[in-house]
């Protein structure tokens, strides 16, 4: 069953501007990770966040975490074509120091910058 | 730097076919999982190994489904008398419990459709 919900489920954005996607969970999580699909490809890991961290960046992403709310956002700053993509949150039930356990998947928001 | 590894890449087959599938994780990982996404939905767990042992498995993994990891290295996914509902994208990943523990990286998938 699917863990997480993405929010919104497609997003349509001019290159330039900023990107966010929430992602709401149900269950405690070890921690939290994003990931990145081109349609029809395998899934790039962009960031993972644990559960004692509130924001995290890389480059020009940005996450923040909830464990309070069980709510996460992604950030994609200045937009660009190539990053039109299906973006998927995951959270991982593991224990912190054993391992990824296993990923629960929302179903993902759909990207679109437009040049 | 060789990242995770799946053959085929797609595969078509006739309902009530056998199909197997391999996964060649990152050389040093010790972990190997498997989904399975179907359109327009986030990855599902079925299973994962540490080294050749098969830890876990979810209830999406039918009898018709096995999957063995004989020698802690590359992993093989089968289906026997496949159908219709099977047809979908078969993802593998890869992670280590020693070093970035907590990160799966997962392969280009093997996408099958059952005719």
């Known amino acids: 069953s699917q863990q997480g919900e993405e929010d919104p489920q497609a997003l349509s954005i001019q290159e330039g501007e900023n990107a966010t996607m929430n992602c709401s969970y149900k269950?405690?999580?070890?921690?939290l990770q994003w990931y990145r699909q081109n349609s029809g490809r395998g899934l790039v890991h962009l960031i993972l966040?644990?559960?004692?961290?509130r924001e995290k960046h890389s480059g020009r992403l940005r996450v923040t975490l909830d464990t309070s709310k069980k709510s996460s956002s992604l950030l994609i700053t200045a937009s660009r074509a190539a990053d039109t993509a299906s973006y998927f949150c995951?959270?991982?039930?593991?224990?912190?120091?054993?391992?990824?356990?296993?990923?629960?998947f929302g179903k993902g928001t759909k990207l679109s910058v437009i040049p | 730097d060789t990242g995770v590894s799946q053959d085929p890449r797609h595969k078509i087959t006739k309902r009530g076919q056998n199909v197997t599938f391999r996964c060649d994780p990152i050389?040093?990982?010790?972990?190997l999982y498997w989904y399975r996404q179907t359109l327009g939905q986030g990855p599902e767990f079925l299973t994962y190994?540490?080294?050749?042992?098969?830890?876990?498995k979810s209830r999406l993994l039918s009898d018709r489904f096995s999957a063995e990891r004989p020698k802690g290295s590359f992993s093989t996914l089968e289906i026997q008398r496949t159908e219709q509902g099977d047809s979908a994208m078969y993802l593998c990943?890869?992670?280590?419990?020693?070093?970035?523990?907590?990160?799966?990286?997962f392969g280009p998938g093997t996408r099958l459709t059952v005719l």
């Open positions: 990943a890869s992670s280590s419990t020693s070093r970035d523990t907590d990160t799966q990286y």
């Open positions: 050389s040093e990982h010790n972990r």
């Open positions: 995951a959270t991982d039930r593991g224990y912190s120091g054993a391992g990824s356990y296993q990923l629960t």
């Open positions: 190994f540490q080294n050749e042992a098969q830890l876990e």
């Open positions: 966040i644990r559960s004692n961290e």
């Open positions: 269950t405690s999580i070890n921690n």
